[in-house]
């Protein structure tokens, strides 16, 4: 956004200083003058979100992690989002008054990143499952590049400039084609036996660019080995992206997913809450096999109790603190939540584990076949 109205301010100067007479009587071509007032602003624009870049990999690279690779992808796409931004304020400078120029390109900025992120234009963060795609990202910044280009043939006359100005429409064509019919950021191949695995009684498995994340894992996968009994642990959780099935769906299409194969867990920005509750959520759900229990009879006061065995299990696995995620919830549900919270932090793990027991096994008993 900020580049995008920098760019519009650059490119009416000539109409705030007037300059329009002396670029015109200029023995230089046009474009060329224009090409290194539009070169200096792409290249001062640059430098803070290269420098940037610069840092981030240098601190980076002093170990060389696993994932180091999928940076320089995310980096040439923030270089496209850039030219992008100048792009269009360099339109908004040369096509409308410089009063308005700088706003206009900003605010024109800020919507359409905020239209296409509906398409997942921003890119806040790399998780290990996703990369960026180089065939689009290469169409991408060839399409902004030829965009660019077209900008030099737009002299400082306005009357030149009206009848040039069609030149921007079918130059911009192919730039919104891409940005609509493909997605530089997509799924990355499944890594196949290339996984960490933290064994247990549950073995946590994740891409070997979350390795950092062991230690808390590791944790978790000891808490999980103290569950009492009647909690049933599924052999083993992925981390999102690792193993996906093909799994047939009502309307008789195959569909490749997470639905027949491993339950899941995703690490959001390295909160252990986000994983806690994945890891918690598979191991109730292998407790209570949908195929073997009858819900249709559940109660109010039952359900609640769910609930709470649920944000307990979540807790206990975390290990201690409060949730850092906020939810709109029912009341009733956020409640139920909180008694369960409450119990984890406060009770003996012995007793804990009492209550925990009593509740899966009276639960299990009311609704559930019995286990074999």
Same mark, same amino acid.
């Given at each position: 956004m900020v580049g995008a109205g920098a760019a519009a301010w650059v490119a009416s100067a000539p109409k705030r200083h007037r300059v329009t007479e002396q670029l015109t009587a200029a023995r230089v071509h046009p474009a060329r003058l224009e090409a290194n007032r539009l070169g200096a602003t792409v290249v001062v624009l640059l430098i803070p979100y290269l420098i940037g870049q610069a840092v981030a990999f240098a601190a980076t690279a002093r170990t060389f992690p696993p994932g180091v690779h999928l940076w320089l992808g995310y980096a040439l796409r923030g270089i496209f989002v850039v030219l992008l931004s100048i792009t269009l304020g360099w339109a908004c400078g040369k096509l409308l008054g410089s009063v308005f120029a700088a706003l206009t390109a900003a605010m024109g900025f800020l919507f359409l990143i905020t239209l296409l992120d509906m398409s997942g234009f921003v890119v806040v963060s790399g998780p290990p499952e996703r990369t960026v795609d180089p065939g689009p990202l290469a169409l991408l910044l060839a399409s902004v590049l030829v965009l660019l280009l077209v900008m030099l043939w737009l002299p400082a006359s306005h009357a030149l400039r009206r009848r040039r100005t069609l030149l921007l429409v079918p130059a911009a064509i192919p730039l919104a084609v891409v940005l609509t019919v493909t997605s530089a950021?997509?799924? &990355?191949?499944?890594? @196949?036996?290339?996984? $960490?695995c933290v064994e247990g009684s549950t073995a946590l498995? $994740?891409?070997?660019?979350? #390795?950092?994340?062991? %230690?808390?894992? &590791?944790?978790? *996968?000891?808490r999980v080995d103290l569950l %009492? #009994? *009647?909690f049933v642990r599924p052999p083993l959780i992925n981390e999102? @992206? $690792?193993k996906k099935t093909w799994f047939l769906w009502p309307d008789g299409q195959w569909r490749l997913g997470y639905e027949t194969g491993p339950p899941i867990f995703t690490i959001l920005e390295g909160s252990p809450w986000s994983y806690a509750g994945a890891i918690g959520t598979a191991i109730t759900s292998s407790t209570f096999d949908f195929d073997a229990c009858d819900w249709t009879d559940l109660s109010s006061s039952d359900r609640e109790r769910f609930w709470v065995i649920g944000s307990w299990l979540e807790a206990y696995l975390v290990g201690q603190g409060s949730p850092d995620y906020h939810t709109n919830a029912p009341a009733e549900m956020q409640q139920a939540w909180s008694r369960g919270r409450e119990i984890a932090g406060g009770d003996p793990l012995s007793d804990q584990f009492q209550w925990a027991d009593e509740e899966v096994n009276d639960l299990h008993g009311r609704y559930c076949e019995p286990r074999r």
């Open positions: 950021v997509t799924d &990355r191949e499944q890594p @196949g036996d290339n996984v $960490i498995c $994740i891409w070997p660019e979350h #390795e950092k994340y062991l %230690p808390p894992l &590791r944790d978790v *996968s000891a %009492p #009994e *009647s999102v @992206g $690792i």
